[in-house]
Protein backbone atom coordinates (compact mmCIF):
# COMPACT_ATOMS: atom_id res chain seq x y z
CA UNK A 1 0.00 0.00 0.00
CA UNK A 2 1.08 3.62 -0.70
CA UNK A 3 -0.78 6.46 0.35
CA UNK A 4 0.01 10.12 1.19
CA UNK A 5 -2.14 12.41 2.97
CA UNK A 6 -2.43 15.78 2.99
CA UNK A 7 0.90 16.57 1.27
CA UNK A 8 1.64 19.99 0.58
CA UNK A 9 4.53 21.88 -1.58
CA UNK A 10 5.80 25.64 -2.13
CA UNK A 11 8.39 27.30 -4.25
CA UNK A 12 8.89 30.75 -2.17
CA UNK A 13 5.30 32.19 -2.27
CA UNK A 14 3.86 29.58 -5.10
CA UNK A 15 2.15 26.98 -3.55
CA UNK A 16 2.34 23.83 -6.09
CA UNK A 17 0.37 21.16 -3.55
CA UNK A 18 -2.45 22.32 -1.48
CA UNK A 19 -3.40 19.00 0.27
CA UNK A 20 -2.86 15.84 -1.68
CA UNK A 21 -4.31 12.62 0.04
CA UNK A 22 -4.12 9.41 -2.64
CA UNK A 23 -3.56 5.29 -1.99
CA UNK A 24 -2.83 2.75 -3.98
CA UNK A 25 -2.15 -0.75 -4.14
CA UNK A 26 1.34 -2.23 -4.91
CA UNK A 27 1.04 -4.31 -8.15
CA UNK A 28 -0.92 -1.43 -9.70
CA UNK A 29 -0.22 1.39 -11.97
CA UNK A 30 -0.85 4.70 -10.98
CA UNK A 31 -1.28 7.64 -14.20
CA UNK A 32 -1.16 11.15 -13.34
CA UNK A 33 -2.48 13.23 -15.93
CA UNK A 34 -3.66 17.10 -15.85
CA UNK A 35 -2.75 20.59 -17.24
CA UNK A 36 0.56 22.05 -17.20
CA UNK A 37 0.98 23.86 -13.76
CA UNK A 38 -0.89 21.39 -12.22
CA UNK A 39 1.32 19.76 -9.89
CA UNK A 40 1.85 16.24 -11.39
CA UNK A 41 5.53 16.22 -11.50
CA UNK A 42 6.33 17.86 -8.22
CA UNK A 43 3.98 14.94 -6.48
CA UNK A 44 5.77 12.21 -8.34
CA UNK A 45 9.13 14.10 -7.15
CA UNK A 46 7.81 13.63 -3.56
CA UNK A 47 7.60 9.99 -4.07
CA UNK A 48 11.36 9.81 -3.94
CA UNK A 49 11.81 12.79 -1.92
CA UNK A 50 13.66 14.97 -5.11
CA UNK A 51 11.32 17.48 -3.56
CA UNK A 52 10.76 17.44 0.22
CA UNK A 53 7.00 18.32 1.09
CA UNK A 54 6.44 21.03 3.72
CA UNK A 55 3.80 18.83 5.42
CA UNK A 56 1.55 16.14 5.35
CA UNK A 57 3.20 12.38 5.44
CA UNK A 58 3.71 9.55 2.92
CA UNK A 59 3.89 5.69 3.46
CA UNK A 60 5.50 3.67 0.70
CA UNK A 61 7.31 0.20 0.36
CA UNK A 62 7.34 -0.12 4.86
CA UNK A 63 8.53 3.58 5.61
CA UNK A 64 6.11 6.19 7.11
CA UNK A 65 7.68 9.68 6.75
CA UNK A 66 6.04 12.89 8.31
CA UNK A 67 6.61 16.16 7.16
CA UNK A 68 6.72 18.87 9.51
CA UNK A 69 7.56 23.19 8.04
CA UNK A 70 11.06 23.53 8.56
CA UNK A 71 11.26 20.09 9.99
CA UNK A 72 14.34 17.85 8.43
CA UNK A 73 14.51 13.85 7.34
CA UNK A 74 17.29 12.00 8.42
CA UNK A 75 19.63 11.45 5.15
CA UNK A 76 19.01 7.34 5.94
CA UNK A 77 15.44 7.90 5.56
CA UNK A 78 15.98 9.79 2.42
CA UNK A 79 18.25 6.95 1.25
CA UNK A 80 16.09 3.97 2.01
CA UNK A 81 13.29 5.39 0.58
CA UNK A 82 15.35 5.83 -2.56
CA UNK A 83 16.13 2.49 -2.77
CA UNK A 84 12.87 1.35 -2.48
CA UNK A 85 11.92 3.64 -5.88
CA UNK A 86 13.19 3.59 -9.38
CA UNK A 87 13.15 7.09 -11.25
CA UNK A 88 12.74 7.30 -15.09
CA UNK A 89 13.02 11.26 -16.43
CA UNK A 90 12.02 12.75 -19.20
CA UNK A 91 15.40 13.41 -20.58
CA UNK A 92 16.81 10.16 -19.62
CA UNK A 93 19.57 11.58 -17.63
CA UNK A 94 21.95 8.66 -18.53
CA UNK A 95 26.04 8.83 -17.93
CA UNK A 96 27.42 10.07 -21.76
CA UNK A 97 30.62 8.71 -20.86
CA UNK A 98 29.40 5.28 -19.66
CA UNK A 99 28.04 2.28 -22.45
CA UNK A 100 24.25 1.43 -22.15
CA UNK A 101 25.51 -1.72 -19.97
CA UNK A 102 27.55 0.73 -17.55
CA UNK A 103 24.65 2.76 -16.93
CA UNK A 104 22.64 -0.23 -15.89
CA UNK A 105 25.89 -1.56 -13.61
CA UNK A 106 26.47 1.75 -12.12
CA UNK A 107 23.60 1.65 -9.51
CA UNK A 108 23.72 -2.10 -8.93
CA UNK A 109 27.77 -1.56 -8.07
CA UNK A 110 27.74 2.24 -6.26
CA UNK A 111 24.27 1.35 -4.48
CA UNK A 112 23.85 -2.28 -3.52
CA UNK A 113 27.67 -3.16 -3.48
CA UNK A 114 27.09 -6.19 -6.17
CA UNK A 115 30.12 -7.67 -7.68
CA UNK A 116 30.80 -6.49 -10.95
CA UNK A 117 30.20 -9.78 -12.55
CA UNK A 118 26.71 -10.08 -10.69
CA UNK A 119 25.83 -6.78 -11.94
CA UNK A 120 26.58 -7.08 -15.92
CA UNK A 121 24.78 -10.00 -15.21
CA UNK A 122 22.10 -8.27 -14.15
CA UNK A 123 22.29 -5.81 -16.87
CA UNK A 124 22.37 -8.05 -19.73
CA UNK A 125 19.06 -9.45 -18.66
CA UNK A 126 17.52 -6.20 -17.95
CA UNK A 127 19.17 -4.54 -21.65
CA UNK A 128 17.62 -7.68 -23.34
CA UNK A 129 13.98 -7.26 -21.41
CA UNK A 130 13.84 -3.81 -23.18
CA UNK A 131 14.71 -5.07 -26.57
CA UNK A 132 18.13 -3.55 -26.44
CA UNK A 133 20.64 -7.16 -25.57
CA UNK A 134 22.31 -6.09 -29.07
CA UNK A 135 23.25 -2.12 -27.85
CA UNK A 136 25.23 -2.86 -23.95
CA UNK A 137 28.59 -1.60 -25.42
CA UNK A 138 26.66 1.20 -26.92
CA UNK A 139 27.25 4.55 -25.43
CA UNK A 140 24.45 6.88 -25.15
CA UNK A 141 24.90 9.51 -28.41
CA UNK A 142 24.71 6.56 -30.18
CA UNK A 143 21.30 5.25 -29.91
CA UNK A 144 17.90 7.31 -30.52
CA UNK A 145 16.13 8.92 -27.86
CA UNK A 146 14.01 5.70 -27.83
CA UNK A 147 16.75 3.51 -26.72
CA UNK A 148 18.17 5.91 -24.47
CA UNK A 149 14.60 6.03 -22.53
CA UNK A 150 14.95 2.20 -22.90
CA UNK A 151 17.77 2.04 -20.88
CA UNK A 152 16.84 4.39 -18.30
CA UNK A 153 13.92 2.02 -17.71
CA UNK A 154 16.56 -0.52 -17.38
CA UNK A 155 18.75 1.48 -15.04
CA UNK A 156 15.63 2.01 -12.74
CA UNK A 157 14.84 -1.86 -12.66
CA UNK A 158 18.55 -2.84 -11.76
CA UNK A 159 18.22 -1.77 -8.19
CA UNK A 160 14.94 -3.72 -8.10
CA UNK A 161 13.16 -1.05 -6.86
CA UNK A 162 9.32 -1.68 -5.21
CA UNK A 163 8.01 0.92 -6.92
CA UNK A 164 9.02 2.52 -10.39
CA UNK A 165 8.14 6.38 -11.39
CA UNK A 166 7.72 7.85 -14.72
CA UNK A 167 8.36 11.29 -15.51
CA UNK A 168 6.79 12.21 -18.63
CA UNK A 169 8.68 9.35 -19.96
CA UNK A 170 7.86 9.69 -23.76
CA UNK A 171 7.48 13.52 -24.10
CA UNK A 172 11.49 14.29 -25.44
CA UNK A 173 11.12 11.64 -28.08
CA UNK A 174 10.08 11.96 -31.62
CA UNK A 175 6.70 10.38 -32.66
CA UNK A 176 7.70 7.57 -34.36
CA UNK A 177 10.14 6.41 -31.37
CA UNK A 178 7.06 6.69 -28.00
CA UNK A 179 5.51 3.45 -29.17
CA UNK A 180 9.06 1.14 -28.47
CA UNK A 181 8.87 3.01 -24.71
CA UNK A 182 5.30 2.73 -24.10
CA UNK A 183 5.37 -1.11 -24.79
CA UNK A 184 8.00 -1.86 -22.17
CA UNK A 185 6.14 0.16 -19.98
CA UNK A 186 3.13 -1.89 -20.91
CA UNK A 187 4.98 -4.91 -20.08
CA UNK A 188 5.99 -4.13 -16.88
CA UNK A 189 2.32 -3.12 -16.01
CA UNK A 190 1.62 -7.24 -17.41
CA UNK A 191 4.24 -8.37 -15.21
CA UNK A 192 2.81 -6.38 -12.11
CA UNK A 193 5.13 -3.63 -11.12
CA UNK A 194 4.06 -0.91 -9.57
CA UNK A 195 4.15 2.54 -11.20
CA UNK A 196 3.42 5.79 -10.84
CA UNK A 197 3.48 7.50 -13.88
CA UNK A 198 3.22 11.42 -15.22
CA UNK A 199 1.75 11.20 -19.02
CA UNK A 200 0.04 13.33 -21.16
CA UNK A 201 -0.55 9.89 -23.26
CA UNK A 202 -4.25 9.79 -22.73
CA UNK A 203 -4.38 6.43 -24.48
CA UNK A 204 -1.80 4.56 -23.39
CA UNK A 205 -3.04 5.87 -19.91
CA UNK A 206 -6.28 4.45 -20.50
CA UNK A 207 -4.77 1.11 -21.73
CA UNK A 208 -1.98 0.88 -18.57
CA UNK A 209 -3.86 2.49 -15.69
CA UNK A 210 -5.19 0.59 -12.95
CA UNK A 211 -6.51 4.28 -11.34
CA UNK A 212 -6.19 7.56 -12.86
CA UNK A 213 -5.85 10.95 -10.45
CA UNK A 214 -6.08 14.14 -12.27
CA UNK A 215 -4.86 16.91 -11.15
CA UNK A 216 -5.50 21.15 -11.51
CA UNK A 217 -3.83 23.71 -9.64
CA UNK A 218 -2.59 21.63 -7.04
CA UNK A 219 -5.40 19.13 -5.86
CA UNK A 220 -6.78 15.82 -7.05
CA UNK A 221 -9.39 17.61 -9.37
CA UNK A 222 -11.27 13.47 -10.09
CA UNK A 223 -9.82 10.17 -9.47
CA UNK A 224 -11.06 6.67 -10.17
CA UNK A 225 -10.49 3.82 -13.14
CA UNK A 226 -9.74 5.07 -16.38
CA UNK A 227 -13.62 4.85 -17.53
CA UNK A 228 -14.61 6.44 -14.69
CA UNK A 229 -12.15 8.96 -15.26
CA UNK A 230 -11.83 9.40 -18.90
CA UNK A 231 -15.10 8.77 -20.09
CA UNK A 232 -17.49 9.33 -17.28
CA UNK A 233 -16.33 12.41 -15.23
CA UNK A 234 -19.04 15.63 -15.15
CA UNK A 235 -16.45 17.75 -13.77
CA UNK A 236 -16.69 20.60 -15.72
CA UNK A 237 -13.14 21.76 -15.32
CA UNK A 238 -11.93 17.75 -16.26
CA UNK A 239 -13.95 17.95 -19.28
CA UNK A 240 -12.78 21.21 -20.46
CA UNK A 241 -9.10 19.76 -20.27
CA UNK A 242 -9.86 16.20 -21.66
CA UNK A 243 -11.81 17.25 -24.65
CA UNK A 244 -8.95 19.76 -25.47
CA UNK A 245 -6.40 17.07 -25.73
CA UNK A 246 -9.23 14.92 -27.54
CA UNK A 247 -8.85 17.53 -29.90
CA UNK A 248 -5.15 17.06 -29.90
CA UNK A 249 -4.80 13.77 -30.47
CA UNK A 250 -6.93 14.06 -33.41
Do not use: W
Not at 71 to 90: A, E, H, N, Y
Not at 122 to 133: I, P, S
Request: contains cysteine; hydrophobic residues 40%; proline residues 5%.
Amino acid sequence: MIEIRDLHKSFGPLQVLKGVDLRMEHDKVLVIIGPSGSGKTTLLRCFNLLEVPDKGSISLAGLHIDFTPGGKIPQKTVLSLRQKTGMVFQSYNLFPHMTALGNVMEGQVTVQKRSKEDARKRGLELLAKVGLADKADAYPHQLSGGQQQRVAIARAMAVEPEVLLFDEPTSALDPELVGEVLKVIKQLAAEGMTMVIVTHEMKFAADVADRIILMDNGVILEQGTPQQVLVETTNPRARQFLNLLSGEEE
